[in-house]
């Protein structure tokens, strides 16, 4: 089955640039899709197909997948920023939906 | 504004059958556009699919509960239904219901998702 590896935690100051990187296989040929969720909360949607942002979602939020890695980078970063981000991609060869291991954002 | 409110017990017993819903406001599980949903997240661990169900009745199921699982679609009712049979305590999870395309090769993102229900599992 396909695996979507991911750093456990990214800690990082207000107003400064978060970058959380999402691997797998050629992920490069597939579509990436991040999700931010705060404690207690279902996820939310915040990257879609690579780069693109659903409405509402601040452009601080960005995306992006190419040189064998996919990547959020949330720019200057906010208290309400902090939470959990995880990667998804649905695998065509195993005809699943596939989750990253989850980053914790901590802002200091 | 699409809504999705998962509804079930917060309390299943070992070995029975975990059964929730997820109604749908401000949309049609009819739709032949998209697919619904399950997920769940254990505590203090990540989201892992459960199945996808479309308004057909068609379903795809996560090959390691495979056996254990039943998905249903009831368009009178605006509602799509999940059943787990034989739960043990690696059940515990919160159970959420979200929105997906049709066609998920083309792009498998979940644009909506419901606020969650905490099953546990225990006697």
């Known amino acids: 089955s396909y695996v979507l590896t991911q750093p456990p935690s990214v800690s990082v100051a207000p107003g400064q640039t978060a970058r959380i990187t999402c691997g797998g296989d050629n992920i490069g040929r597939k579509s990436v899709h991040w999700y931010q969720q705060k404690p207690g909360q279902a996820p939310v949607m915040v990257v879609y197909?690579?780069?693109d942002r659903p409405s509402g979602i601040p452009e601080r939020f960005s995306g992006s997948n190419f040189g064998g890695t996919a990547t959020l980078t949330i720019t200057r970063v906010e208290a309400g920023d902090e939470a959990d981000y995880h990667c998804q991609v649905w695998d065509g060869s195993s005809v699943a939906y596939v989750f990253g291991t989850g980053t914790r954002v901590t802002v200091l | 504004q699409l809504h999705l409110q998962e509804s079930g017990p917060g309390l299943v017993k070992p070995s029975e059958t975990l059964s929730l819903s997820c109604t749908v406001s401000?949309?049609?599980?009819?739709?032949?556009?998209?697919?619904w949903g399950w997920f769940r997240q254990p505590p203090g661990k990540g989201l892992e699919w459960i199945g996808s169900?479309?308004?057909?009745?068609?379903?795809y199921n996560n090959p390691s509960l495979k056996s254990r699982l039943s998905m249903s679609v009831d368009t009178s009712k605006n509602q799509f239904s999940l059943e787990l049979t034989s739960v043990s305590a690696a059940d515990t999870a919160v159970y959420y219901c979200a929105r997906g395309p049709q066609n998920p090769y083309s792009s498998g993102w979940l644009d909506y998702w419901g606020q969650g229900n905490l099953v546990t599992v225990s006697s």
């Open positions: 401000g949309g049609s599980v009819g739709s032949s556009s998209y697919q």
């Open positions: 197909d690579d780069t």
């Open positions: 169900v479309y308004y057909t009745g068609t379903t």
